[in-house]
């Protein structure tokens, strides 16, 4: 299973305009995401200087030959000091001269780390944000592919786990039969550590699985994804264990016309808040349980597990085709009872296409 060539050309030329559009010099990117993003460098501990007529990837000895086979358009500085923040500045100075606007990214550095940023630069900082991460939010076709490759793998996976039955089973076995089938099936491993929740286990919207053993009775909530050449998948199925009762087949019921009225109102021009997540939540509002939906409906999914754009009643972003995101109402009615829909969609002109395709009808299994 392989995807085509990332555009990291086109990536540093948009971090570039970012920089005019920011009235910055330089940019110092410090988030490994991003770091990834723009130069391709799949290790960790390394930074990038992007300035109009300078690139640079600063790290140590442990990651110089990744660095040449990894990236093509920046300059490799060697890091051999104790500080690989002091050590990027000195660089982006030498290159640039001693006083620049340097914009940094706050939200991926310790306060120290900032302290020592702000003793290294003699020139001013100006936090960009999340300006640089959003660079990622709308996917190239190769990062689209990868995303589906994950969502392909997590959709088998699933499949195989469910499939032995649930019955008896803890939380933890499950979670790690899922482990054990993605490495199987070529995945780099977990998009993050999966959700497993039995019963009223399943109300907890973030469980962590435990020693219990599911009950025949149990609704069985398993929030899961795959990664698959540094992206993610991210999906969640709510399977009866066993058989289910009339009330909750009536929340599942719930939670899946919220799921499709969300689903259906994604598409480019949507507003993650206004529309989709509106859309979503009025159903389960209207059936009485709005009180019950206490997240958001989505988040983008790509380099990382969570990120830009977001879906929710109190943040969203206006939705471009391209983008890849989830829609995952979901109840959760505390000590009896959780159900939680998702699936990981492409944003498209007229609609999105589902990604994550494991059959989202109520499932009963052994």
């Given at each position: 299973m392989t995807t085509g060539t990332a555009d990291h050309a086109g990536r540093l030329a948009r971090c570039r305009a970012l920089l005019e559009e920011r009235g910055l010099e330089a940019v110092l990117v410090t988030d490994r995401y991003d770091?990834?993003?723009?130069?391709?460098?799949?290790?960790?501990?390394?930074?990038?200087?992007?300035a109009p007529e300078t690139a640079l990837i600063v790290t140590d000895s442990r990651f110089y030959a990744q660095v040449h086979e990894e990236v093509a358009q920046y300059e490799l500085v060697e890091h051999r000091g104790t500080d690989l923040l002091e050590?990027?500045?000195?660089?982006?100075?030498?290159?640039?001269?001693?006083?620049?606007?340097?914009?940094y990214q706050a939200g991926a550095m310790t306060h120290a780390e900032y302290r020592g940023?702000?003793?290294?630069?003699?020139?001013?900082?100006?936090?960009?944000?999340?300006?640089?991460?959003?660079l990622r939010m709308v996917k190239e076709p190769v990062e689209a592919e990868a995303i589906a490759a994950a969502a392909a793998l997590v959709d088998l996976a699933l499949g195989v786990v469910v499939g032995e039955?649930?019955?008896?089973?803890?939380?933890?076995?499950?979670?790690?039969?899922?482990?054990?089938e993605y490495h199987a099936r070529g995945a780099e491993g977990e998009s993050f550590e999966a959700i497993v929740a039995a019963g009223d286990h399943g109300a907890q919207g973030h469980a962590i699985p435990g020693e219990r053993r599911i009950r025949a009775g149990e609704l069985v909530v398993i929030d899961t994804g795959a990664r698959f050449d540094g992206y993610c998948s991210d999906i969640t199925r709510t399977f009866a264990a066993g058989r289910a009762s009339k009330a909750h087949r009536r929340i599942y019921d719930i939670v899946y016309e919220a799921q499709e009225a969300g689903v259906a109102a994604v598409r480019h021009g949507a507003h993650g808040r206004d529309d989709v997540d509106a859309a979503a939540r009025a159903v389960i509002t209207a059936a009485g349980h709005g009180e019950e939906f206490g997240h958001g409906t989505g988040h983008g999914v790509g380099l990382e597990v969570h990120e830009a754009p977001f879906l929710g009643s109190l943040r969203g972003d206006r939705l471009e085709a391209g983008m890849v995101c989830t829609v995952e109402p979901g109840i959760y009615l505390e000590g009896e009872v959780g159900v939680r829909i998702e699936d990981t969609v492409l944003v498209t002109m007229d609609g999105c296409e589902r990604l994550t395709r494991y059959p989202r009808e109520l499932q009963v299994t052994d």
């Open positions: 770091v990834r993003y723009l130069s391709g460098f799949r290790g960790e501990d390394a930074t990038l200087i992007v050590d990027t500045v000195k660089a982006a100075a030498e290159r640039l001269g001693g006083s620049f606007t340097l914009g940023l702000r003793r290294a630069h003699r020139g001013r900082l100006r936090d960009v944000r999340r300006h640089v991460t959003r039955g649930l019955v008896g089973r803890t939380e933890t076995e499950v979670a790690w039969r899922l482990v054990e």
